[in-house]
């Protein structure tokens, strides 16, 4: 039996209303439940990594309060995504909204993933004109809405693997 495909979800946390959980664990049981995909959630994935390694630590809050701390975690999680991209993801879905366009880590994702040609599907509701060319450099397919993403999965994916 071939295994299901891996997509990582990338998009604004730092930036993103509730850090983007909401989309994430829509499109994830999405995925799930349509195409028996199997996910990497960087909110699920970033809470694991808390509560196992700094446990009593307001993540947002040292950042004003102790920079060097803060660069620390932070260079932990970009190697555990980098990692994940680059070793066991087979697509990226990007949502680009405010949070991904005001923060970084989605720009670096997505280049991640251009980088090592997993295909990267952006989801937006910006006109190109308002999106940085280089993360239209980086995509292979631009969608205005979560369901033409749908349509898309399916006919790519369904019953395929």
Known sequence: MAKA?????????????NEGAQWRKD?????????GHLTFNPNDE??????????DINFRNIKEQNINLYKEIVEKLVH????????????????WDEGAA????????ITIAKYFNKPVYLVTSFPPSSIPGWVIGCTNQIFKSF??????LLDKYQNKF
Do not use: Q
């Open 5 to 17: 495909p891996k997509a990582y979800l990338s998009g604004g946390m730092e930036y993103a209303h």
């Open 27 to 35: 499109i994830e049981a999405w995925l799930k439940k349509n195409l």
């Open 46 to 55: 970033s809470d694991r990594f808390f509560k196992k390694y700094y446990p």
């Open 80 to 95: 555990i995504d980098i990692n994940e991209i680059a070793k066991n993801t087979d697509y990226v879905i990007c949502y």
């Open 102 to 109: 005001k923060g970084a880590g989605t720009k670096g994702e």
């Open 147 to 152: 369901n033409e993403l749908k349509i898309f």
